[in-house]
């Protein structure tokens, strides 16, 4: 069964900084780690994605500002958000694919897996 297990979140003030991580298990083959945000009401966003090869994608409103790195060995996926907004408030999931079925993005979109971690809250206010 997949394990996901986020930590790093925290509060912050607009423009501060945060890493999140993440360690899946009980995965044996993983083409792709990404995280994922979600606020109240709404579906789970994919914000980052990182393949084995090391093809990134990052969604338009964090491009630039986040930076997504994954170690293939210890299969963990971090993501370090710099600078933080206001309107990056959410609780992150990180999740796994291994069935590399939408290349372009990397990921698919969240409602193409079935198992969440408990995800770790950024709540960025000042």
């Known amino acids: 069964q997949v394990q996901l297990v986020e930590s790093g979140g925290g509060l912050v003030q607009p423009g501060g900084s945060l890493r999140l991580s993440c360690t899946a298990s009980g995965i044996v083959y993983i083409y792709a780690m990404g995280w994922y945000r979600q606020v109240p009401g709404k579906q789970r966003e994919l914000v980052a994605a990182i393949s084995l090869g090391g093809n990134r994608h990052y969604a338009d409103s964090v491009k630039g500002r986040f930076t997504i790195s994954r170690d293939n060995a210890k299969n963990t996926v971090s993501l370090q958000m710099s600078p933080l907004k206001s309107e990056d408030t959410a609780v992150y999931y990180c999740?796994?694919?291994?069935?590399?079925?939408?290349?372009?993005?990397?990921?698919?979109?969240?409602?193409?897996?079935?198992?969440w971690g408990q995800g770790t809250p950024v709540t960025v206010s000042s």
């Open positions: 999740n796994i694919d291994s069935k590399a079925m939408c290349p372009s993005t990397v990921m698919c979109p969240s409602d193409e897996y079935e198992h």
